[in-house]
Structure formats: C-alpha cells, structure tokens
C-alpha cells in the first residue's frame, strides 16, 4: 500500500508540476504584456512630450518659417545666355509664375540683341551686358519702377563684365549679382578671392548700413559639404569649393547677413541649383548649390520662404525664388 500511495503521490506531485509549470507559463505572459505595455506607452507619452517641446524631428522642418503671407516675390536665375534661354522655352516660367522682381546672370548679350520674349510686358528691363561680348553680364526685370538703378561697384576694375546691378526700394535694396567662376585649373581664383571678393563685400556692407540688402544671384560658391553631390573629389581642386571661397563666404555672411536657404532647410541634402551638361548630371541629380538669396539679419523676419525650383527648365542653373512680407509706406 505504501509503494502504490508513493507511486499515487509521485503521479500527483507530477501532474501538479506540471499544473504548476502550465500556471507559471500562463502567469508569464500576461505579467510581459503588461511591462511592454507600460514601456510602449511611456515611450508614446516621451515621444508626445518631446513633440511639444521641439523633438528632432519637429526641428527638421522649417519651424522658422514666418507665419505672415506673402506679397512680394523675388525670381533669380543663371540663364547661361540669354538667347539660349528665350530657345529653351526658359522665359515661360516668367509669364507663368510673374515674380515681382527677376535677376538674371549670364546673359551673354549686348542690349542690342536682346530678344522680345526676355522683355515682358509689364516689367521696367535693365540689361548690364559685359564689355566682351556673349560673357558675363546680368539683367533685371521689375513690375515697380525702383526708386534708383545701378550698374556694377564703382570700380573700373570689376566693372567691365557686367556683374552686378542694384536696384533701389524704399523698404532694400535688391542686388542682383553674378559673381566671377575661379575658372579651368583655378586660372581666376586669385582674382575671385584677392580682389573680387573684398570689394563686393565691402559695398554691400555699406549698402546694409543705410537699409536692408536683399543680395541674389549665381554667388559660385557651395558653402558647405551639403551643397554639392560630391565634396570630397572636389575639395580644393574645383572652381566654387576651395576653402578660401568658402572663407569669403562664411566672411560676408558673419557680416550680418543670412543664407536664406539654409535658415529655413539647415539639413536639407540633395537641393542642388546647378548640373553640368555633362554625364546626365541633372538626371542624377548631381549638382551644386550655387545660386543664393541672401538677407541682412533685421530683414529675416519678413522672409516668408526661400525655394529651390529643380524642376524648371531652360539653362544648366534652375530657378530660385524668395517670398517675403513687404511693410508697406
């Protein structure tokens, strides 16, 4: 009797084992459930709070953006000839979108041979051709007659190629601008950086002494390792990505000025302005950022956007625009 008692209890203690583990596994389940519930919703109260505070990815977006609406519209664009452009059905975004104020570069034409189509109707024309012809040079285009127009730096030396034109508003100045490429082999880039980039420094500066600069245009330089596909092959060997370019940029910016781009898109890669004709570039997307708006400092809080228009046709550059609140007198 007693084996078959012990046999009985060893049965019994087994099935209750086994009762005990089936229990023990059932408790489990329910007791991870609920630490992985609490831990999941203790990362969606972070993440809510984080949110509310200003989380990454909340800070990725343009918060900066002004919450005013826009009236005044500001178009800038490396044309690479003028000619060419008008060709390539590049004038059709002007009449489509109909900014306020457009600055052209490189328009490659003397006044005489400017087509009929790059004059639209409703626009004051001002063309500053370069003294060499089918170079340089830039234009500008208004809906409002400025208050005062002018061409280039005052300075005989800079002058010659067309580069620069001012126009005059009672609330800035626009400046619209092609500032000279370092060239094949850097030939330029002593010129570009010596002489060049003091000299335009120092007149906008004066400028924004008197009222605010709104300065456009192909500024050939990518300021930062963002701005071009490739900046490792080009650093100090391509014309617009040499470090002391880099340095007279960051120069004029510490000057009380932002890039208006990078203020409302600090991490945006791949927004590029400018593809080489060369190996389907643009098809790849493997461009520079050459073509800028940038803004004295007080003027920033008007600005309402600063877009690239990658998507328009009609030179090797795209379109840039910028959208401001302009205070009216």
Known sequence: MATKRKIRNSSTSKRRLKRSRNCTSRQRRPS???????????RKSIKRRSLKRGSTSSRKSPAKRSSKSSNFKICSWNVNGLRAWVSNSGHAYIKRDRPDVVCLQEIKCKETKIPKQAEPAGYHCYWY??????????????????????????????????????????WFYVVASYVPNSGIGLARLQYRTKQWDRVFTRYVVRLNRRKPVILCGDLNVAHQAIDLKNPTINYNKTAGYTQVEIDGFSKLLSKGFIDTFRYFNPNKKHAYTFWSYLRRARSANSGWRLDYFVVSRRLISSVCNSVIKSSVRGSDHCPIVLTLNKKSK
Do not use: M
Request: glycine share 12%; charged share 30%; aromatic share 8%.
């Open 32 to 42: 991870y459930n609920r630490k992985t519930t609490k831990q999941s919703s203790k």
């Open 129 to 170: 051709p370069a003294v060499k012809p089918g170079y340089a040079g830039t234009g500008l285009l208004c809906k409002d007659e400025p208050l005062k127009v002018k061409y280039g730096l005052g300075s005989k030396t800079h002058d010659s190629e067309g580069r620069v034109i001012t126009a005059e508003y009672p």
